[in-house]
């Protein structure tokens, strides 16, 4: 699902240079959601190896002495997080549909989305990792969408709807920093001691055999060191969520009264910082 933007001017798109800046380009509001909304694309790595995680810690977990392929009963221990994937790279995926809504609006272009989202955003339920204030945000950003492509938004209510859809914003990259920055670490942790037991019985098991034991401790290394890769990258990721937070808040408050230079002060540090981040968090998985 992606937004796809056609067409002509609307009186939307007056409505948002309006209410973004007074006498200004909005190149700071392009370069900045279309930075964001680039950012969005390194998000779903991060939701994939949770459940990967969860597979590699229940593997690990096996005795070493163990000649079997428990690869089907580790898959089934981890559902609950294989089951949370859909929903939360559906919900970046309406917000990476947002900010490219904003590009279409502030580059003069009418918006288009894909329907699918209505339906998502509809049938989206709450649950413990992904909590109502989320749920909820995804589906007013969803209505955002709705409204923005049918030119729905007047002149005097733009500026009113963008600043609902902040707290929208808020709640959304709320919750999946928490996932990626927070939830997704501790995983990772928790993987980590798994197999540093493993190793360790692995050691003990071949403590005579010096090559065995050397081969195991660069195993061990290698293992170590791809962790903390994802660790360091999660929690860049997280620092992503919030600088595009801040920026949609900077973006959206007192916009009738910034100038040009205003406006590329109040935004460029969040774009170079998302790109900056964007760009250390590519290491980890790609």
Same mark, same amino acid.
């Given at each position: 699902?992606?937004?796809?933007?056609?067409?002509?001017?609307?009186?939307?798109?007056?409505?948002?240079?309006?209410?973004?800046?007074?006498?200004?380009?909005?190149?700071?509001?392009?370069?900045?959601?279309?930075?964001?909304?680039?950012?969005?694309?390194?998000?779903?790595?991060?939701?994939?190896?949770?459940?990967?995680?969860?597979?590699?810690?229940?593997?690990?977990?096996?005795?070493?002495?163990?000649?079997?392929?428990?690869?089907?009963?580790?898959?089934?221990?981890?559902?609950?997080?294989?089951?949370?994937?859909?929903?939360?790279?559906?919900?970046?995926?309406?917000?990476?549909?947002?900010?490219?809504?904003?590009?279409?609006?502030?580059?003069?272009?009418?918006?288009?989305?894909?329907?699918?989202?209505?339906?998502f955003a509809g049938k989206l339920q709450a649950a413990a990792k992904f909590p109502a204030p989320a749920t909820d945000a995804v589906k007013g !950003?969803? @209505?955002?969408? %709705?409204? *923005? /492509?049918?030119?729905?938004?007047?002149?005097? $209510?733009?500026? #009113?709807?963008? +600043?609902?859809?902040?707290?929208?914003?808020?709640?959304?990259?709320?919750?999946?920093?928490?996932?990626?920055?927070?939830?997704?670490?501790?995983?990772?942790?928790?993987?980590?001691?798994?197999?540093?037991?493993?190793?360790?019985?692995?050691?003990?098991?071949?403590?005579?055999?010096?090559?065995?034991?050397?081969?195991?401790?660069?195993?061990?290394?290698?293992?170590?060191?791809? !962790?903390? @890769?994802?660790? %360091?990258? *999660? /929690?860049?990721?997280?620092?992503?969520?919030? $600088?595009?937070? #801040?920026?949609? +808040?900077?973006?959206?408050?007192?916009?009738?009264?910034?100038?040009?230079?205003?406006?590329?002060?109040?935004?460029?540090?969040?774009?170079?910082?998302?790109?900056?981040?964007?760009?250390?968090?590519?290491?980890?998985?790609?």
């Amino acid at each position: 699902m992606r937004v796809i933007s056609t067409g002509s001017a609307a009186s939307v798109v007056t409505a948002l240079v309006l209410c973004l800046a007074s006498c200004a380009t909005p190149d700071a509001v392009r370069q900045f959601v279309t930075t964001a909304r680039d950012a969005t694309s390194k998000f779903a790595p991060f939701v994939n190896d949770i459940a990967d995680s969860c597979v590699r810690r229940k593997m690990a977990d096996r005795p070493v002495t163990e000649i079997a392929d428990p690869t089907e009963l580790a898959t089934a221990a981890c559902k609950e997080d294989s089951d949370l994937a859909p929903p939360v790279l559906g919900a970046m995926n309406v917000l990476a549909n947002y900010l490219n809504a904003l590009n279409s609006l502030a580059s003069n272009e009418s918006v288009s989305y894909d329907k699918q989202i209505d339906d998502f955003a509809g049938k989206l339920q709450a649950a413990a990792k992904f909590p109502a204030p989320a749920t909820d945000a995804v589906k007013g !950003l969803a @209505k955002f969408l %709705a409204d *923005a /492509a049918g030119s729905a938004y007047q002149r005097k $209510k733009l500026a #009113e709807a963008l +600043k609902k859809a902040d707290s929208d914003i808020t709640a959304l990259t709320d919750t999946l920093g928490r996932i990626v920055g927070v939830e997704y670490v501790r995983d990772l942790n928790n993987e980590e001691d798994t197999l540093k037991n493993r190793y360790r019985d692995a050691m003990r098991s071949n403590q005579n055999n010096e090559a065995i034991a050397l081969l195991l401790q660069q195993n061990w290394m290698a293992d170590l060191a791809t !962790l903390r @890769k994802r660790k %360091a990258a *999660a /929690a860049d990721y997280q620092k992503v969520l919030e $600088k595009i937070r #801040e920026g949609h +808040k900077h973006l959206v408050s007192d916009a009738s009264r910034w100038s040009a230079a205003e406006l590329a002060k109040e935004l460029g540090p969040y774009t170079l910082s998302i790109r900056s981040l964007a760009n250390s968090v590519q290491t980890a998985f790609f």
